[in-house]
C-alpha cells in the first residue's frame, strides 16, 4: 500500500476511522522507523485512540500524542502543542485520527499551514449504515464540510462499512456500491476496503485486491 508522510483519517460518527487510524499506524510501523499517531478527536468520546497510548508507545514504538492527562475525560479543544513538533518532522510519518465533524475537522484547520504543503493524504471513512451517511449525497455533502473546515482536500475514500460485531459480508458490499458511487461523483480513488480479515475473505475475488484486514482494538463500553 502506497502512503504519504502525513495520512488524516476522517470520518462521521461511528464510520470507524479510529480503529483505521490504529491498524493504518501499525501498518507504517512494519516499514517505518518512526511512527506517530496524532489523536485529533475532540468530539467522540467513546472510541478514542489516546486510550491505547501506553500500548502504543511500549509494545509498538508509535510516539503517540494526546490530550493531556488532566483534560483525557474532558470534551474541551485542549490540543497538545507538541502536534505541530511531529507535523514539521520530516523524518517521521504521523497519522492524525480526525474528529468526525466540522468541529474536528476545525482543529485540523489550526494546522493547516503545517500540513498543506507536505506529502499527504487524507482519507474520508465511509460506513453507510450509520445515520445522515447511507446515501452517496449526502455523504458527499459531509465531505465538503470538512474539506471547507479544515481548509485541506480529501484526497481517498475508504468503504469501512460495518455493524460493529455484527457485520456481514452483504454489509461491506452494500457499502462498496455506495462507495464506487461517491468515486465516480468526486473523482477521488478508493483507498482500501476494510473490516475484519474473516469478513474480508468472504469478499467476491475481484475486491479482495484492495482489502486492509483490521484488528479490533476499540470496544464499545458495553462490552
Not at 465511509?126 to 452517496?136: E, K, L
Not at 484526497?155 to 460485531?165: D, R
Not at 462498496?176 to 474473516?198: M, N
Request: glycine share 6%.
Amino acid at each position: 500500500m502506497n502512503y504519504k508522510r502525513i495520512t488524516l483519517i476522517t470520518g462521521y460518527f461511528g464510520s470507524g476511522k479510529t480503529e483505521i487510524a490504529l491498524n493504518y499506524a501499525m501498518h507504517l510501523k512494519q516499514n517505518e522507523d518512526r511512527v506517530a499517531l496524532v489523536d485529533l478527536d475532540i468530539v467522540n468520546p467513546y472510541f478514542r485512540s489516546r486510550e491505547m497510548r501506553e500500548s502504543l508507545r511500549e509494545k509498538y514504538g508509535i510516539r503517540v500524542v494526546c490530550t493531556e492527562e488532566k483534560y483525557m475525560d474532558a470534551d474541551i479543544p485542549a490540543l497538545s502543542p507538541e502536534i505541530y513538533v511531529v507535523l514539521e518532522d520530516k523524518g517521521l510519518h504521523t497519522v492524525v485520527d480526525l474528529g468526525g465533524d466540522d468541529e474536528g475537522a476545525v482543529a485540523l484547520g489550526m494546522f493547516n499551514e503545517y500540513i498543506k504543503d507536505e506529502p499527504y493524504e487524507m482519507i474520508f471513512v465511509v460506513n453507510v449504515n450509520r445515520p445522515f451517511t447511507s446515501a452517496a449525497d449526502d455523504i458527499i455533502e459531509r465531505m465538503r464540510s470538512i474539506e471547507h473546515a479544515s481548509r485541506l482536500k480529501i484526497t481517498h475514500l475508504a468503504n469501512n462499512t460495518h455493524m460493529s460485531y455484527e457485520t456481514t459480508e452483504e454489509d461491506v458490499l452494500k457499502g462498496q456500491a455506495v462507495t464506487e458511487e461517491i468515486s465516480r461523483c468526486t473523482g477521488l480513488p478508493i483507498k482500501f476496503i476494510s473490516g475484519r480479515k474473516d469478513i474480508l475473505e468472504k469478499l467476491p475475488k475481484g475486491i479482495k485486491k484492495n482489502v486492509f484486514p483490521l484488528n479490533l482494538y476499540m470496544k464499545p463500553p458495553w462490552r
